[in-house]
């Protein structure tokens, strides 16, 4: 038989205490990059939601700043002094005496949706056309958790000389709160 003198080996305590070590440190290495990875989906969707945020009410604000009023509103019932909307039609102020100018904003299924500005003949009612295929809406905002107004010196919507906008975004778990205050610049025309 032959043996093997002055060949070092490790030991089986010595693996074994090795095996320890390097599990201690790649498990702190794994923490670390999960705890990254958690924080860098966080803050993607807060930057999402933030840009839906933003997105929502800037399309609204812009829309309804030459405003004359709200020509229909379907509002639920007040919760603190602020209704959740559903559809709000805003009659835009124009130069054409024949036609009105309208646009529509509906919420839905945690998303915003508008028309383009819509043209009727002064002489039809808002009230029975703001259904019709001439509304047709496109989605510019999703997200959406809660869309309310607070109606500005008035009680009466058609009456409101502006709006105050509260909108919230929820986009995996990351809520963004806006308001907003808009006064009809063209109001008093309307009056």
């Given at each position: ?9 490790f030991?089986?305590?010595e693996?074994l ?19 990254n ?28 700043m ?13 919760v ?32 915003l ?16 056309r ?16 809660n ?10 919507y ?12 929820n ?16 109001w008093?025309?309307?009056?």
């Open positions: 038989m032959i043996y093997l003198k002055n060949k070092k080996g030991t089986l305590v693996l205490l090795a095996l320890g070590i390097m599990g201690i440190v790649l498990s702190a290495i794994f923490t670390f990059f999960i705890f990875y958690k924080s860098f989906v966080r803050g993607e969707n807060q930057v999402e939601a933030q840009y839906q945020s933003q997105i929502a009410m800037n399309e609204l604000i812009e829309n309804i030459d405003a004359e009023k709200i020509a229909v509103a379907d509002l639920e019932n007040k603190d002094g602020k209704y959740p909307v559903k559809i709000l039609v805003f009659k835009i102020s124009d130069d054409d005496e024949d036609m009105d100018t309208y646009i529509k904003f509906e919420y839905k299924n945690q998303k949706y508008k028309t383009n500005k819509v043209k009727i003949n002064s002489t039809d009612s808002i009230e029975s703001y259904k019709e295929d001439i509304f047709t809406t496109n989605q510019y905002a999703v997200g959406i958790r869309f309310q107004i607070e109606l500005q010196e008035a009680e009466d058609k009456e409101s000389k502006g709006i105050k906008v509260f909108i919230t975004i986009i995996n778990n990351e809520e963004i709160h806006l308001k907003n205050q808009v006064y009809f610049r063209n008093k025309l309307a009056n």
